[in-house]
C-alpha cells in the first residue's frame, strides 16, 4: 500500500511538471493574427510577495544530505550539525564514513546511512529509517554529484546515463518522495539542491558536466512557483570552487590553507540561504563578471521588433517567472554576512 502511495505521489509530481509545459504550448498555440504593436508587453502577473522562509529556525529539525560524507556535502553536514540540526548523511564508500564522523563535535546528533540516489525504492527506505530515528525530515539537500569532464560530443550513452542518472534524476527521485511527506507533516521544510557555477557558465568543454547542472538550476526554479503557496523552500547552491578536503580545512595546525574555499564555509552558506529562503545561494563574487556577460549576450540576442499585441497577451502567464521580483526585492534586505 505504501509503495502504491509512493508511486502516485511521483506521477503527480511528474504531472505537474508536464502540465507547466503544457501550459506554455497551449499559451502559444492561441496566437491570432493581428498587426504588429508597439514591442510593450503586458504586465507580469504578480505573485503577491516572497514566500516567507519556513525553515528560519533549524535547531531540533532534521536534514538529510545526499553525497554527505565528502568535500561540499561534508561541509553542509558540519555547518547544519553546528546549528543544532539532526544530521543523517548520505554514502557510497564505506571507507569515507569513519573520518568524516571524526569531524564532528562531541554530542551532535549525525548518522550516515548507506544511499543510492538512483535507487527509486531506495529513498522510500531511507525516509522511513530517518523517521524512525529522528521523527519527520524538513530539510533535503541533493548534494551527491559525478564530476565528469567529458564532452557532451563525445560521450558514449553510458557515461551520459551515469552522469543524468545521478545529477539530474537523483534530484527528481528525492524530491518526489520528499515533498509529499513535507507537505503532509506542515512543519516547515526546504529543498536545496547543489548545482554549480558550471550551472550558470559553461566555462569548459565539459558538456554533460554542464547540461546536468543548467537541468539542476531549473528544476530548482521551477519547483519555486510550484512550490510557492506551501511551506516548502527552495534554493539552488551554485559554488565556484571549493576544496574537497574537509580534514586539512578543519586543522587549524595544519599550516596550509587550501587554495579553494573551506568545505565548511560552503556549508555556512547554505545554511544562510536555507534560513532565508534564497532561491539562488552563490558564494564565489568572482564569477560575477562572467554571469554579467552571459545574461548580457542573451539579452543583445533578442530581436529589436515590434511583435502583435494579441501574441504577447497570449503568453501574458509565460512572459516571466513568478519568482524573480520578489527576489530582488528580497535581496535588498541586507545582512551581516553569509553567518547572519
Known sequence: MQKERDIEARRRFLGTLALSAGG???LSSANTAEPAGQGRAPAAVSTG????????????????ITGGNTGIGLGIARALANAGMNVVMGYIQEDQVAPALKLFKPGQNVTAMRHDVTDREGWVKLLADINAKYGNL???????????LRKASEVDAKGWDAAVGVNFTGIYNGCAVCIPHFKAHGQGAHIVTTSSMGGMLPGVTAGVYTATKFAA???MEALRMELLDTSIGTSVFCPGGVS????????PTAGTAPLMMDPLEAGERVLNGVRNNDLFIFSHPEFKPGMQERFDAILASVPAESFPDA??????????????APELAHRKQSRKSYRG
Open 244 to 251: 574537497t578536503d574537509n580534514i586539512i580545512s578543519a586543522d
Open 49 to 64: 510577495g516572497s514566500q516567507p522562509a519556513p525553515l528560519s529556525q533549524v535547531a531540533g529539525k532534521t536534514a538529510y
Open 138 to 148: 524538513h530539510l533535503l539537500v541533493n548534494n551527491a554529484g559525478i564530476k565528469t
Open 311 to 324: 501574441r504577447a497577451k497570449a503568453q501574458t502567464r509565460v512572459l516571466t517567472a513568478p519568482p524573480y
Open 217 to 219: 538550476v531549473g528544476i
Open 24 to 26: 506554455a504550448a497551449f
